[in-house]
């Protein structure tokens, strides 16, 4: 278990029976090398695996018998290489039908009967890595992956989204390095079209019907963490 008791010095940790979040990664590999990540570093140095269907269920059932408010089916993976992904969030949703489930992913998988099995899935939130707002930028931090077809891949789903009158928040996030920084507002732009946030890490940018709100970045963490009162924090993560 993981608290932020050192990260948060001014804040009284107050541990619960059971974590209200919880996190997990059904297969330990990614299919990108993106420059700000440490996946490139650590993966010929692991040993691979994929979750089976057993422990995924046994975790699931596990928590359904508590108060868990987000469920995370991510971690250091692409959680799109596990193709069981949609029924995996559907049996989770089918047990915890009032948890928020969500994850991120680079986006080069979602695509052809992916998407329609994501929407369907249950899902609450998705959100997209995405780098600057040129195909250069994007190209040189987000290595392994293609700018024209992620961007398309995003675009196909947030459509599917609003075509099926599903209430999925679909999201962008942006890792501010060097590269990107004179490409956000670009960024923002354009994908406050598809998106309900952009969301770039040393400050937060909400978009919402073209405003653009620069929120204070302790209390967005705390409510990204599921923690909008700042009373408590917990987390758990299992891994492969």
Request: with cysteine; glycine share 4%; proline share 4%.
């Amino acid at each position: 278990m993981y608290t932020a008791q050192k990260n948060l010095p001014f804040k009284e940790i107050t541990l619960k029976s059971f974590p209200s979040i919880v996190q997990l990664q059904t297969t330990s590999v990614c299919n990108g090398s993106c420059v700000m990540c440490p996946y490139p570093l650590v993966t010929h140095n692991i040993k691979h695996g994929v979750m089976s269907q057993i422990l995924f269920d046994k975790i699931i059932d596990e928590c359904s018998k508590y108060e868990v408010k987000e469920f995370k089916p991510f971690l250091m993976n692409e959680p799109l290489i596990d193709k069981r992904l949609p029924d995996l969030i559907s049996y989770a949703k089918k047990k915890m039908p009032n948890t928020r489930i969500g994850f991120s992913t680079n986006g080069l998988l979602m695509k052809g009967d992916m998407i329609r099995r994501i929407v369907d899935s249950g899902v609450d939130e998705v959100w997209f890595n995405f780098a600057g707002n040129t195909e250069k930028t994007y190209n040189n931090v987000l290595k392994g992956l293609n700018f024209q077809i992620v961007r398309k891949n995003i675009i196909d789903f947030a459509r599917c989204v609003e075509k099926y009158g599903k209430n999925i928040s679909v999201n962008i996030s942006m890792v501010e390095v060097k590269e990107c920084l004179p490409e956000i507002q670009d960024s923002v732009d354009f994908w406050k079209e598809y998106c309900y946030t952009y969301c770039s890490t040393f400050f937060y940018r909400f978009v919402y019907k073209n405003i653009d709100i620069i929120h204070v970045i302790i209390k967005t963490v705390d409510r990204l963490l599921g923690n909008p009162e700042g009373h408590s924090l917990d987390l758990i993560t299992y891994v492969t």
